[in-house]
């Protein structure tokens, strides 16, 4: 079975750019979640998307958004970028139905950096 | 105060010693995670468990939900064990809390 994917694994952006992150789940899991990494903050959890449905979001401005599409990938999108938002970008899948949890499966993740 | 606290934050071991890296929590939970981060960032769970006691080879985790703690425990250490083990609690769904992470150098 496939793991989970992320695609770019590197990505260099300008201040002011917008980017675009993509996560291919793991075959049947529906629940995909995004976190991200700084050697400042380390892990925060940024949003979690269940059948094309956000189900939770992080404490992060709106320039932070994401979708889930009805094959379960997702993509997360940040906008205006600032040197701050240069980081490590998790997305880990689930198949975390809303009843009981199950375990986390972690992409190899995106390394953002803003210039 | 962090709603997740690890410790230790560094820890050196000599292959074949005993490690316990321990987790304390503020929060209402569903579920805690031990996750390990090797260098290069992939992540991988470790655990998760919502009561009592698992094993997995050589690693133990344990929770005591009433005290809010749990332990992680390696026996036999070896250097392939070197990483930075982190703990994280589900708030709700996938909403997780991650402590700092404690950074394991198991030596030969």
């Known amino acids: 079975k496939a793991g989970v994917t992320q695609t770019p694994r590197y990505l260099i952006k300008t201040r002011g750019q917008q980017v675009t992150l993509s996560c291919s789940p793991i075959?049947?899991?529906?629940?995909v979640s995004w976190y991200q990494q700084t050697p400042g903050q380390g892990l925060q959890f940024l949003f979690e998307?269940?059948?094309?449905?956000?189900?939770n979001k992080g404490n992060f401005p709106g320039r932070f958004s994401g979708r889930q599409f009805s094959n379960s990938r997702s993509e997360m999108n940040v906008s205006t970028l600032e040197l701050g938002d240069s980081a490590l970008y998790l997305c880990a899948s689930s198949l975390f139905t809303g009843g009981e949890l199950s375990p986390l499966h972690f992409g190899n993740g995106t390394r953002l950096t803003v210039t | 105060k962090n709603e997740v606290e690890q410790s230790p934050q560094n820890l050196t071991a000599q292959e074949g010693e005993f490690i316990t890296i321990n987790c304390s929590y503020s929060v209402g939970i569903s579920a805690l995670h031990w996750l390990q981060q090797h260098p290069g960032g992939g992540i991988v769970s470790l655990f998760m468990l919502s009561s009592g006691k698992k094993k997995h080879g050589r690693l133990i985790a344990t929770i005591n939900i009433q005290e809010k703690h749990s332990s992680l425990h390696i026996t036999a250490s070896h250097p392939r064990d070197s990483a930075v083990y982190i703990c994280?609690?589900?708030?709700?769904?996938?909403?997780?809390?991650f402590g700092a992470g404690t950074i394991l150098r198991v030596k030969s």
């Open positions: 075959s049947g899991h529906r629940s």
């Open positions: 998307y269940f059948s094309e449905t956000q189900r």
């Open positions: 994280a609690v589900s708030t709700d769904g996938n909403k997780l809390v």
